[in-house]
């Protein structure tokens, strides 16, 4: 009985953390590229989940803005389509408020490549704003290679 318990004791909280929905939290300190934007207003955090992949693979584009409470946001300008990806998802957290008054609010963008070669992952942008300020965070674009998973050349593969 007492093993019982004491495997519910270290199974359980593991299991319940596991479960834990977790659309809210900052990109994963994992992710190969992370670039970001910041005021003293607040920041704006791109994040890729690679910068290389196949043309059968997919790229995760997470997108965090943080504000200080009494900042407002406005609209979040991020357009992957004009840059030749095709969204295969988008998702759009609620704005959380943080125990120190801050606002996190994230985006999730999965992106497939058309064909192999360059792409761009174009600039992120959102204009921050309080009674006296007023700022235009935007993070750099960013390169990933996409690489073909055909082997050989044409004259092979015909």
Do not use: K
């Amino acid at each position: 009985m007492r093993r019982a318990i004491a495997i519910t004791c270290v199974v359980l909280p593991a299991v319940l953390t596991a479960c834990t929905h977790r659309e809210n939290q900052p990109p994963p300190s994992g992710y190969p590229t992370t670039v970001r934007s910041e005021s003293d207003l607040g920041s704006l955090v791109l994040s890729l989940s690679a910068a290389e992949l196949t043309t059968v693979d997919r790229l995760e584009v997470r997108l965090t803005l943080s504000r200080s409470a009494g900042v407002a946001a406005g609209e979040l300008a991020f357009e992957p389509e004009a840059a030749g990806w095709t969204v295969i998802s988008h998702t759009a957290s609620s704005p959380r408020l943080e125990a120190d008054g801050s606002v996190h609010t994230t985006w999730t963008w999965m992106l497939e490549p058309f064909l192999d070669g360059q792409y761009t992952i174009p600039s992120a942008s959102v204009e921050l704003h309080d009674a006296a300020h007023s700022t235009l965070l935007s993070t750099p674009a960013q390169q990933v290679s996409v690489a073909s998973v055909l082997q050989g050349d044409e004259a092979t593969l015909a």
